[in-house]
């Protein structure tokens, strides 16, 4: 089975950088996905990491750690748009991605 | 582009009715995905399929069904629904259908079970 940890919610000022970590363990492991949600929409993919270390996109930047069962999602010069939930998930390689609860993210001005 | 779409919007359903929540996309992808998302737990796997005519359990499909009869549609049925059926459901595809592969997902429906 998968058991992954992620932070219920984070706040920030705008302009400012936030971390969200996610800790995962897995019977099997074949990449990390990251999505944002906005309130009362849907899932958007954002990033996927299989190696370790940084993939950066923009403002946003993903890391992995596989050994230690880590990864975050790293917001920089935050925007007010950037509020809403980011969502952790892991596949093991059978078709099935395993979400975390999210992460609620509030921008403040 | 519509990509997927999902029917009705929100419904409000008295407990031991039938459902169907219906499930369109229009790119082509040959894996489709069911998810129930309740506040504190996340996304949870109801039923998924890899290619038109196969169809798997996920983490949660008791009181539900599926069935995949052509490549864009994905139905989920509550055949007796019950008040814990209560959720925002969304349906998901995928290119591939292979773990790495990048889930695109539907506006959700809102379900109400009184």
């Known amino acids: 089975g998968q058991n992954i940890d992620q932070p219920t919610e984070m706040t920030a000022t705008e302009g400012a950088i936030v971390q969200i970590n996610c800790t995962y363990q897995?019977?099997?492991?074949?990449?990390l996905f990251w999505y944002q949600q906005h309130a009362g929409e849907a899932p958007t993919f954002l990033s996927y990491n299989v190696l370790d270390g940084l993939e950066e996109k923009g403002r946003f930047s993903s890391f992995l750690s596989r050994s230690k069962g880590y990864s975050y999602l790293l917001l920089k010069e935050l925007q007010m748009k950037d509020s809403a939930s980011y969502l952790c998930a892991v596949t093991n390689g059978d078709y099935k991605l395993s979400f975390g609860a999210g992460t609620t993210v509030t921008v403040r001005a | 582009i519509a990509g997927i779409t999902q029917a009705p919007t929100s419904q409000i359903l008295a407990a031991g009715r039938r459902m169907t929540l219906r499930c369109t996309q229009d790119m082509r992808h040959n894996a489709m995905y069911w998810y129930r998302q309740d506040l504190g737990l996340g996304l949870r796997l109801i039923h998924y399929s890899n290619t038109a005519g196969t169809t798997g359990k996920g983490e949660v499909p008791d009181g539900y069904s599926v069935s995949r009869a052509n490549t864009d549609d994905f139905p989920l049925t509550l055949a007796s629904a019950v008040p814990s059926q209560t959720s925002v459901y969304f349906c998901a595809s995928s290119d591939r259908g292979d773990s790495t592969d990048t889930q695109y997902f539907g506006p959700g429906t809102r379900l109400t079970v009184l």
């Open positions: 897995t019977s099997g492991f074949n990449g």
